[in-house]
T-cell receptor
Framework: NAGVTQTPKFQVLKTGQSMTLQCAQD?????MSWYRQDPGMGLRLIHY???????DQGEVPNGYNVSRSTTEDFPLRLLSAAPSQTSVYFC????????????FGPGTRLTVT | TQLLEQSPQFLSIQEGENLTVYCNSS?????LQWYRQEPGEGPVLLVT?????EVKKLKRLTFQFGDARKDSSLHITAAQPGDTGLYLC???????????FGKGTKLTVNP
């Protein structure tokens, strides 16, 4: 199994551009989440999903959209990038009833200029 | 307000030394996890504790959950350079699907 995969690994955007960060998992996990990691701030939850067709907001959802059309994929969309969105983004998944034990992807480092 | 406070924030020690990292909160957690993250990679789960007072061992790492389920500690015996990394604690409250992370302890073990 590949586990949780994320693309791209690195991305540079200009302010106002849009893009989608891709996340896929092949473990048939029901739950998927997006986090951002900033220096001195730890990991903060952006959006999460408990199953296909169901999404909800986390701690820092503003400026981000998500959808979950399949169990495997959970893309994160930035509609109009801002410098404050410069961060490292991690996707994670877990099984239902797995005590929140998450498997993380390798991350996407995003820079917005 | 940070729900989970980790200390120390940075720790640099020599190979062979022992160390303890703390994760504290004023809130009760139904479960608490420890992850290790290496540069350029995602966090990797080390352990989950769910019962107050629970102690789990993973080779040279000992994890303890406080009796009141508000705090946890990670003790490493005879640290090795391979233990270098960012140690993160994370907790879930009640039936919440949301995991709350501490800011992490960056450990460096020098040969």
């Amino acid at each position: 199994n590949a586990g949780v995969t994320q693309t791209p690994k690195f991305q540079v955007l200009k302010t106002g551009q849009s893009m989608t960060l891709q996340c896929a998992q092949d473990m048939n996990h029901e739950y998927m989440s997006w986090y951002r990691q900033d220096p001195g701030m730890g990991l903060r939850l952006i959006h999460y999903s408990v199953g296909a067709g169901i999404t909800d907001q986390g701690e820092v959802p503003n400026g981000y959209n998500v959808s979950r059309s399949t169990t495997e994929d959970f893309p994160l969309r930035l509609l109009s990038a801002a410098p404050s969105q410069t961060s490292v983004y991690f996707c994670a998944s877990r099984r239902q009833g797995a005590r929140n034990e998450q498997y993380f992807g390798p991350g996407t480092r995003l820079t917005v200029t | 307000t940070q729900l989970l406070e980790q200390s120390p924030q940075f720790l640099s020690i020599q190979e062979g030394e022992n160390l303890t990292v703390y994760c504290n909160s004023s809130s009760v957690f139904s479960s608490l996890q420890w992850y290790r993250q290496e540069p350029g990679e995602g966090p990797v789960l080390l352990v989950t504790v769910v019962t107050g007072g629970e102690v789990k061992k993973l080779k040279r790492l000992t994890f303890q959950f406080g009796d009141a389920r508000k705090d946890s500690s990670l003790h490493i015996t005879a640290a090795q350079p391979g233990d270098t990394g960012l140690y993160l604690c994370a907790g879930a409250r009640g039936g919440s699907e949301k995991l709350v992370f501490g800011k992490g302890t960056k450990l460096t073990v020098n040969p």
